[in-house]
């Protein structure tokens, strides 16, 4: 009914750049917020970023000033922008988004995550 579908991750060198992507598709009435969240092998999910429908954003503070969160409400698709990366941020990425589907239930959807790895 509602999918979340990631891109975007891969092997980068520390203090690269990758850039992820996540785009909502199915019987969506609106998208509150969206968001980025990451879990490492033996550790628990942790939020990395969120933005509103408004674009009022919200970050971690291991990611503050190195990732910028935005997103196209045209295409239901939220973004990542990773910059100066840290084998510290390897993890599995995943996309959240608090929705009101089209037959008016509200939900949190999960995308199936995509994997960064940074390594030199």
């Known amino acids: 009914q509602v999918q979340l579908v990631e891109s975007g991750g891969g092997l980068v060198q520390p203090g690269g750049s990758l850039r992820l992507s996540c785009a909502a598709s199915g019987s969506i009435f609106a998208i509150s917020a969206m968001g980025w969240y990451r879990q490492a092998p033996g550790k628990q999910r942790e939020l990395v970023a969120t933005i509103t429908s408004g674009g009022y954003t919200n970050y971690a503070d291991s990611v503050k000033g190195r990732f910028t969160i935005s997103r196209d409400n045209a295409k239901n698709t939220v973004y990542l922008q990773m910059n100066s990366l840290k084998p510290e941020d390897t993890a599995v990425y995943l996309c959240?988004?608090?929705?009101?589907?089209?037959?008016?239930?509200?939900?949190?959807?999960w995308g199936q995550g995509t994997q960064v790895t940074v390594s030199s």
């Open positions: 959240n988004a608090d929705l009101i589907l089209a037959t008016g239930q509200r939900s949190i959807y």
